[in-house]
């Protein structure tokens, strides 16, 4: 069983471009659920779909947004990157809303 | 305010040592996870509790609702077991909230 793949691995972009990282889930997990992790600010919350619908959004500005397709794959977006963006992006998938996680490798995003 | 806390924030162990990470939240959650993050960032689930105790292999977990504690054990330590332990806290609100980790480091 495949587990849940985020692609790219790595990326490095420039203050004020844009980014689209990609998460496709366990087969079957029709949630998804995104986070950012930086050293000084550890594990924070991004955003969470159920079913190609938006079910919880975290305290990020509206430079982050994100989307889930009809095949529960999610892709999230970060417009006008910052130097403070760079980070570790994960995401994870579940069969429940309130289920137990499985968390994909993540994107690590250097902003330059 | 939803809030997490969780200590120690650093634990060193000689192997076979009993190790045991405290997490405190607080009211309205709906669940507790405990995950592990090895270097790399790969991060692997091990528990959600609701309420009571759940045991995997060494690992076991337990939360008392009335004291918004939860506790996550390792007996018999080993050094693979070294990595850094993330509670985290489903809110009612929906929200997950992360405590700060628990680096942990277990010597041969």
């Known amino acids: 069983k495949a587990g849940v793949t985020q692609t790219p691995r790595y990326l490095i972009k420039t203050r004020g471009q844009q980014v689209t990282l990609s998460c496709s889930p366990i087969?079957?997990?029709?949630?998804v659920s995104w986070y950012q992790q930086t050293p000084g600010q550890g594990l924070q919350f991004l955003f969470e779909?159920?079913?190609?619908?938006?079910?919880n959004k975290g305290n990020f500005p509206g430079r982050f947004s994100g989307r889930q397709f009809s095949n529960s794959r999610s892709e999230m977006n970060v417009s006008t990157l910052e130097l403070g963006d760079s980070a570790l992006y994960l995401c994870?998938?579940?069969?429940?809303?309130?289920?137990?996680?499985?968390f994909g490798s993540g994107t690590r995003l250097t902003v330059v | 305010k939803n809030e997490v806390e969780q200590s120690p924030q650093n634990l060193t162990a000689q192997e076979g040592e009993f190790i045991t990470i405290n997490c405190s939240y607080s009211?309205?959650?709906?669940?507790l996870h405990w995950l592990q993050q090895h270097p790399g960032g790969g991060i692997v689930s091990l528990f959600m509790?609701?309420?009571g105790k759940k045991k995997h292999g060494r690992l076991i977990a337990t939360i008392n609702i009335q004291e918004k504690h939860s506790s996550l054990h390792i007996t018999a330590s080993h050094p693979r077991d070294s990595a850094v332990y993330i509670c985290?806290?489903?809110?009612?609100?929906?929200?997950?909230?992360f405590g700060t980790g628990t680096r942990l480091q277990v010597f041969p």
């Open positions: 087969s079957g997990h029709r949630s």
């Open positions: 985290a806290a489903r809110y009612n609100t929906d929200k997950l909230i």
């Open positions: 994870a998938s579940s069969q429940r809303t309130e289920g137990g996680y499985t």
């Open positions: 009211v309205g959650i709906s669940a």
């Open positions: 509790l609701s309420s």
């Open positions: 779909y159920f079913s190609e619908t938006q079910r």
